[in-house]
């Protein structure tokens, strides 16, 4: 089995920071993509960013400039830096991963970490 774990949400102020992590642990046997989704109350979960196992990244247009995806391949990661955040940011985070278990690719999904962002 494999478990997403995140960390990192919380309370922040207009004009804040804030830095998500993800970690992935169980029978992997390769991480392809990784990325970062967020859902609103009342609204459709949207892609925030995402990177390739190359390292490419990809970033909605609301976080571009405001918002770095990184990850660690080594320690099967991956990161959302947040600076300049806004009030329309509140909402809960989902880490994604494609990954290989035994051969097998599928997409996993961490449990939410919620991301509030005060006027």
């Known amino acids: 089995q494999v478990q997403l774990v995140e960390s990192g949400g919380g309370l922040v102020q207009s004009g804040g920071s804030l830095t998500l992590s993800c970690a992935a642990s169980g029978s992997i046997f390769s991480i392809g993509a990784m990325g970062w989704y967020r859902q609103a109350p009342g609204k459709q979960r949207e892609l925030v960013a995402d990177?390739?196992?190359?390292?490419?990244?990809n970033y909605a247009d609301f976080v571009k400039g405001r918002f770095t995806i990184s990850r660690d391949n080594a320690k099967n990661t991956v990161n959302l830096q947040m600076v300049a955040l806004k009030p329309e940011d509140t909402a809960v985070y989902y880490c994604n991963m494609k990954i290989n278990v035994y051969m097998v690719w599928g997409s996993y999904w961490g449990q939410g970490t919620q991301v509030t962002v005060s006027s």
């Open positions: 990177i390739s196992s190359g390292g490419s990244t």
